[in-house]
């Protein structure tokens, strides 16, 4: 097997192809398809109607792959994100109308992931879904009022991370949750640090 292997790799090289791309394909794993488990903690920020500021968010997620090719796999994933307390912007001249102007949003997603190996240890990820919210804001009229609300909407991201070892592996990703209702926009990005198991 290793001797058919050397003289495939020694016929490409004599045919002028590329050697980089194929040792990563002969360095990278087989099958990546498996269970997986990953936690996401960052800064998230909303910045339109009533609200421009930061906050500190986390999202847990869980979900399988199926192998498509040697580098890259397609999955399916659930999870669960809660996006922080952001305060209203100055609109009240200093004198608070609403005692409790911070934005409030949490919920479940579920919906898609993806991983391309770039190399053995490096890739990206991408995901996108539904996402099943409730929140708490002020709308965006002239006499702003604060509104409960729970709605489905959808949220995309992506990433890219390192392999640490072939279960575990780190990464950085930006994602973005739609949330909007009732003039209320709670729309969150969130930039974060994740890590990840898979079994």
Known sequence: MKTKKTLLALALVSAGLVAVPAAFAQNAPADNAGWFINGNVGRTAIDHGPYDGHDTGYALNGGYRWSLAPNFALGAEVGYNDLGNIHAKNIFNSDPVVADNKSQLHGWTVGANARLDMTPNWYLSGRAGLYSWTGHGLNNDV?????????????????????????????????????????????????????????
């Open 143 to 199: 006499n702003p009022i604060r509104k409960g609300l729970d709605d489905n909407s959808w949220y995309a991201g992506a990433g890219i991370g390192y392999n640490i070892t072939p279960q575990l592996s780190v990464g950085v990703n930006y994602d973005y949750f739609d949330a909007s209702k009732n003039n209320v926009d709670l729309s969150t990005d969130m930039v974060s640090a994740s890590a990840e198991y898979r079994f």
